[in-house]
């Protein structure tokens, strides 16, 4: 890529720096300067073809943003999304990277597997892609021999995703492994046995959705068991992400690895997390967009089916605290994208990456008083510190030109019909939110652009 790239007249926005009026010059998908007005008033002068020129018309320039926790389903699961379908959804959610997890058909259990879901996304040319691996093979519990021939360069981190490690002394030998190698081990906190003890209850709340049209007619007498049935689920799901952080953070201290808590929901894991680090544990966190705009009981309850599930709002006024005040690293998308057939029959999660953004603005900008410096820190330049990605997540000269132009000030409703993703379900459908992605960059290329859109 030869062509000179300026952006001018845009507000640019990082972890460090929140300046109006500005410019920015990248070269070759690198930023090369932040040129100043009399330059800027030259170079728009200049008739060079190679010269590419954007005006932001005020718009937020910021890195593009880093999303530590996503499933893009390929190979194998495609009919949900695949490498190009997931890697659209990301570019036009304002994503340049996105760790995608393992539960793929077959797992995901070796570097060559990982590296050729890299290679996919990266011939698609939308995002950048970190594929993990598990902590077992094939979630057998028990085989983490592959672990040892894992370049951290390639795969920093590794996870059993939605399962977990039964075998206490497994886990902790693969954490051993994994701090040897310097390579996170990410955890989805949840004891399996209370899980399973949960999910008749599920069932039995789906089915009377189902039969009795309980979605339509709230105040019906089906609607009301169904609400108590997954009550009473995720009483159980959350004592179940509680005893398994525990644990995990536990594992963690003794083997000296560095542990990554997924998606936390809870007051209490939020709490065990910080003293953790206090003890000295190398621990960070994430917390998903969905966990801090809903509470339980305040969306359909077939949306309440996302592990792990929507909270209280006790826990979720803890989420938003944590990110606040810095105990939270990062966010994390869980986009978890899936058939129509599949989500009607209770499979959990929903397609959440293009709505991330406008989510976390919304709630943590517009109703919590965050800057948008901070939350820069949680989608850009944190992630891009976890793994290690040492040219991305802050507007800096030679960083890579990974960034995203938008408005924050924009609302816009939902439609899940628009999404770029092939899982066209979430509970924000009809949902107004602020702030809207206007173009991307990868490597100062222009990989969506809201001008180009059709609806």
């Given amino acids: 890529m030869n062509d000179t790239i300026l952006i001018y007249n ?67 699961l495609t009919q949900k999304e695949d490498i190009v379908t997931g890697s659209r959804a990301a ?78 002394s497994i886990m902790l030998e693969a954490m051993k492994t994994a701090a040897a190698k ?10 399996p046995f209370l899980a399973a003890s949960a999910r008749p209850l599920r069932a039995e709340s789906l089915k009377l959705i189902h039969e009795n049209n ?39 201290k003794t083997a000296g690895c560095h542990i990554h808590l997924c998606h936390v929901s809870t007051e209490h894991c939020v709490r065990a997390a910080e003293n953790a680090a206090k003890e000295g544990v190398n621990v960070t966190f994430e917390v998903t967009p969905h ?15 996302v592990n792990p599930p929507l909270r209280k709002k006790d826990d979720r006024l803890a989420l938003i605290d944590a990110l606040k005040k810095g105990k939270a690293f990062c966010i ?58 040492k040219n991305k997540g802050m507007l800096k000269e030679g960083f890579d030109a990974d960034l995203v132009l938008l408005d924050a000030e924009k609302t816009w409703v939902v439609h899940e019909k628009n999404f770029a993703s092939k899982g066209k379900f979430t509970p924000l459908e009809g949902k107004k939110l602020t702030g809207k992605v206007l173009k991307t960059f990868l490597a100062g290329r222009i990989v969506y652009d809201e001008s180009n859109e059709q609806n």
């Fill in 10 to 76: 845009a507000r640019l926005v990082d972890a460090t720096m929140d300046k109006k009026g500005f410019a920015i010059i990248i070269k070759n998908g690198k930023i090369d300067c932040f040129p100043n007005k009399q330059i800027v008033k030259e170079l728009l002068k200049n008739e060079n073809p190679e010269l590419k020129k954007i005006d932001a018309c005020g718009a937020v320039l910021m890195p593009s943003f880093i999303d530590t926790h996503a499933h893009f389903r390929d190979p194998g």
């Fill in 91 to 168: 570019a036009k959610g304002g994503f340049g990277t996105v760790v995608l997890m393992p539960n793929t058909s077959p797992v995901c259990s070796s570097q060559k597997m990982a590296e050729e879901n890299n290679k996919k996304a990266k011939e698609a040319g939308w995002c950048n892609v970190i594929q993990s691996v598990s902590i077992t093979e094939n979630f057998d519990g028990k085989t983490i021999a592959h672990l040892k021939e894992l370049d951290p360069k390639v795969v920093p981190l590794i996870t059993e995703d939605g399962k977990e490690v039964m075998d206490s």
């Fill in 182 to 191: 310097k390579i996170i081990v990410s955890c989805h906190c949840e004891d």
């Fill in 214 to 252: 309980a979605e339509a007619v709230a105040a019906n007498a089906a609607a009301k068991k169904a609400v108590a049935l997954l009550n009473q689920a995720d009483e159980i799901l959350a004592c179940a992400e509680d005893a398994a952080t525990d644990r995990n953070l536990r594992l963690a």
């Fill in 291 to 305: 966990h801090i705009y809903f509470e339980s009981g305040k969306a359909p309850v077939i949306f309440n089916i």
């Fill in 332 to 389: 994390g998308t869980d986009h978890a994208p899936h058939t129509a057939e599949d989500k009607k029959n209770g499979a959990p999660g929903f397609s959440g990456i293009e709505t991330a953004f406008a989510v976390c603005n919304t709630v943590l900008c517009r109703e919590n008083k965050m800057s948008l410096k901070n939350l820069s820190r949680l989608m850009s330049a944190n992630p891009a510190q976890l793994l290690g990605l």
